[in-house]
């Protein structure tokens, strides 16, 4: 595992590349840990929208994004949202950083929300599924983020720092019909010409079966529901 910062460029009027899914995507049982405690703790759906930050003591936008969410507090606590930032100190054998470092760097920002560390696990499950998603592998960066909805399922990522006000942005499209997902996945306004594809579950499954059968047979089980819910419309 080698992370880097990010150099995604910066679009204007956004702080961060964004990419918003067409369709929502279930998310893999993910697991992190406190720095206080090595025992694994699962993400688990909530009630409320959730941002998963992945951020390095050693990465400058990292620390400048977090010192960002931290100001901005109760703005985004009012939209709804809840944040759990997950340090990948120690998991990067080139970076020569360590728990410590991101416990050290967590009470000098005293940062508000929830904080952890990253499990070698979590990041590989995000890098396949990114893979299953754009069909291609894209390395992971320092600061990435997770935009989950209220069902837990992935609805925007973000390669780069993300500023607050695009994300309050992202979270109010949190709710948007069928047809605005599309059009915000898209790069350039206009007609729809294409076909947007749909969720590859099948694919999902095929790809966690090898490491995590538990999450394998998890997506092989909502393709068939997914599947028998199209027969009968």
């Known amino acids: 595992l080698a992370l880097k910062p990010s150099t995604q460029p910066r679009y204007p009027g956004t702080n961060a590349a964004q990419v918003f899914l067409p369709v929502r995507f279930p998310m893999p049982r993910l697991r992190f840990t406190s720095f206080d405690d090595t025992t694994p703790r699962t993400i688990e759906p909530g009630s409320r929208p959730r941002l998963i930050n992945l951020w390095a003591s050693w990465c400058l936008p990292c620390a400048a994004e977090l010192?960002?969410?931290?100001?901005?507090?109760?703005?985004?606590?009012?939209?709804?949202?809840?944040?759990?930032?997950?340090?990948?100190?120690?998991?990067?054998?080139?970076?020569g950083t360590g728990p410590d470092d991101a416990r050290r760097m967590i009470a000098r920002l005293k940062f508000p929300f929830?904080?952890?560390?990253?499990?070698?696990?979590?990041?590989?499950?995000?890098?396949?599924?990114?893979?299953?998603?754009?069909?291609?592998?894209?390395?992971?960066?320092?600061?990435?983020s997770l935009l989950l909805d209220r069902d837990g399922h992935l609805a925007v990522i973000f390669r780069g720092p993300v500023g607050v006000d695009t994300l309050l942005r992202a979270v109010e499209k949190l709710d948007v019909g069928?047809?605005?997902?599309?059009?915000?996945?898209?790069?350039?306004?206009?007609?729809?010409?294409?076909?947007?594809?749909?969720?590859?579950?099948?694919?999902?499954?095929?790809a966690f079966k090898p490491h995590w059968p538990e999450d394998a047979a998890r997506f092989a089980r909502l393709a068939k529901e997914m599947a028998k819910q199209k027969q009968v419309e």
């Open 178 to 206: 069928a047809d605005e997902m599309v059009d915000l996945s898209l790069p350039f306004s206009g007609r729809q010409y294409t076909y947007i594809p749909g969720l590859d579950l099948g694919l999902a499954a095929k």
């Open 67 to 95: 010192k960002e969410l931290g100001k901005h507090e109760q703005a985004l606590r009012r939209a709804g949202l809840d944040v759990l930032a997950l340090s990948v100190d120690g998991l990067d054998e080139n970076a």
């Open 114 to 144: 929830e904080s952890g560390r990253a499990t070698d696990e979590l990041l590989a499950k995000v890098d396949v599924l990114q893979e299953v998603i754009f069909k291609r592998i894209a390395p992971m960066t320092v600061p990435t």
